[in-house]
């Protein structure tokens, strides 16, 4: 039986990420080990997974580090979980191809349009379920109650929850407001995520729905896995897109 290893980076506390690679990999007529990895030493993924990698930042200095890591351990296939690595595994993915290693990630135009909140609703917005966006506060209603995200950002950082328009311009200073993206504030008590995986042809394979029950720092700590039937329509109409 032929061998190889699959790396889940970001790891955290994603604990039934690594028991769905567990229970996929199995169904494969092959030796195969999931490997955690994190930057963060102390996290709960550590026990679950086959090994765990303490590993460096995913930034360009550290990738003849990470590469020869990935060969040494015969590492195959690489997961990356969050979307703050996404722009460094797209943009390395073809030199990983080369060496004969798969990163289930989309191509750097993509995930750049997707890093960019505002681009993101450009390049959506003619699909009515697209949350309107913009980057200029006059765009809304003085007595709406809003949302304010770094435009950049990701894990939640510099988040502004459930203010107005008049807190906003007192709280941020206008160089500040201008790298921002504003949305109508929805309140509510879920907050789910969708891991989508699609096909090189742009088939849609699996769509894995979580509602996040406990998030720290903007990462998921607790997740239930639902099911995602009801959101396929939808991915399959942004994925077209994008």
Sequence with gaps: MESFNVLLTCSSN?????????????????????????????????????????????VKKNYPKILRFCKKQNIKIIIPSSDKELLFWS?????????????????????????????????????NFVSFTSNNLNDFKSNQTLIGKDRY???????????????????????????YIFQKYINSKNEISLDC????????????????????????AITTVIDGNKFINKINLVGSKL
């Excluded at 039934?16 to 993924?45: C, F, H, M, P």
């Excluded at 995986?197 to 998030?215: D, E, H, Q, T």
Aim: include cysteine.
């Design 14 to 58: 994603k604990t039934q990420l690594i028991e769905w690679a567990k229970r996929s990999v199995s169904k494969l007529d092959y030796k195969i080990n999931v490997y955690a990895g994190d930057t963060n030493l102390n996290v709960q993924s550590k026990y679950l997974s086959d090994k765990f990698w303490h590993m460096p930042k995913c």
């Design 91 to 127: 943009n390395f993915k073809q030199d990983l191809k080369k060496n004969k290693i798969y990163v289930m990630v989309s191509n750097y135009e993509t995930v750049n349009s997707c890093h960019d909140k505002l681009r993101f609703f450009k390049k959506l917005k003619k699909f």
């Design 153 to 179: 950002g990701s894990g939640s950082k510099k988040i502004i929850i459930g203010k107005k328009e008049k807190f906003i311009k007192e709280y941020l200073s206008k160089k500040k407001i201008e790298n």
């Design 197 to 220: 995986y699609f096909s090189k042809k742009n088939k849609l394979l699996k769509v894995l729905a979580r509602n996040r029950s406990l998030i720290i720092n903007g990462e998921s």
